[in-house]
């Protein structure tokens, strides 16, 4: 595969007019869309994203995730994390839930859902979490960390 140009990859995140700014002075979501740039700038086989749309205004949200998308078109493999199960049943073709650093459930949203049905309905992926890890998103929210520090 040929290599993004920069300005190319500002150009897809929609930071070309701030091409001469200091880094520094960007607010977060600019600096969470240049961290996608700077990740497409030499058009990578395979796309690590970390939650990229944290903490960012919805503009900016839906911009990342048609990059994302238009990347996976383009044929890239994308690894996304997200809390945002809404963004994840988008995006995803296969979406892993992981609980305490384990593999759960591994499959299309569409079959997560169909095999964790609530009352003979698909469930919403947060049911099919629930169902699966025994908590809630917000009860594994509370515990992210608690391993921190800790030696095994």
Avoid: W
């Amino acid at each position: 595969m040929d290599l993004i140009e920069e300005g190319h990859a500002l150009e897809q995140v929609g930071l070309s007019d701030r091409a001469k700014d200091r880094v520094s002075k960007l607010s977060g979501g600019l600096k969470r869309r240049l961290n996608l740039a700077v990740g497409l700038t030499h058009t990578p086989d395979l796309l690590l994203l970390d939650e990229p749309t944290v903490g960012i205004d919805p503009q900016a949200r839906l911009r990342i995730l048609d990059v994302v998308q238009g990347q996976a078109r383009a044929g890239r493999a994308v690894l996304y994390t997200s809390h945002y199960l809404e963004e994840a049943e988008q995006i995803c073709d296969r979406l892993a839930i992981i609980d305490n650093g384990k593999i759960v459930a591994l499959d299309t949203p569409s079959a997560l859902r169909e095999r964790c049905q609530v009352d003979g309905k698909p469930a919403s992926l947060e049911d099919v979490f629930m169902q699966l890890t025994g908590r809630s998103l917000e009860d594994a929210d509370e515990g992210e960390g608690d391993d921190a520090g800790k030696e095994d």
